[in-house]
């Protein structure tokens, strides 16, 4: 019987400095992803994320 993994939690602050990789220092959403062993679908997920929510602050 195989167990399933849960899900790893990241907290607010990792998930902010991963996107700064892609969007600030100039990392490949694939060089971020697998130096911080995330896949890069949860980046793209974090980076859109992030980037609606400062669209919201801005209007």
Not at 8 to 23: C, G, N, P, S, W
Not at 43 to 50: F, G, R
Request: charged content about 35%; hydrophobic content about 30%; proline content about 2%.
């Amino acid at each position: 019987m195989t167990q399933r993994r849960k899900p790893r939690k990241y907290t607010d602050e990792f998930r902010e400095e991963a996107v700064k990789l892609v969007t600030e220092q100039g990392y490949r959403v694939t060089e971020a992803a697998k130096s911080l062993g995330i896949t890069t679908k949860l980046l793209y997920n974090w980076k859109d994320k992030l980037a609606k929510q400062a669209s919201g602050e801005a209007l």
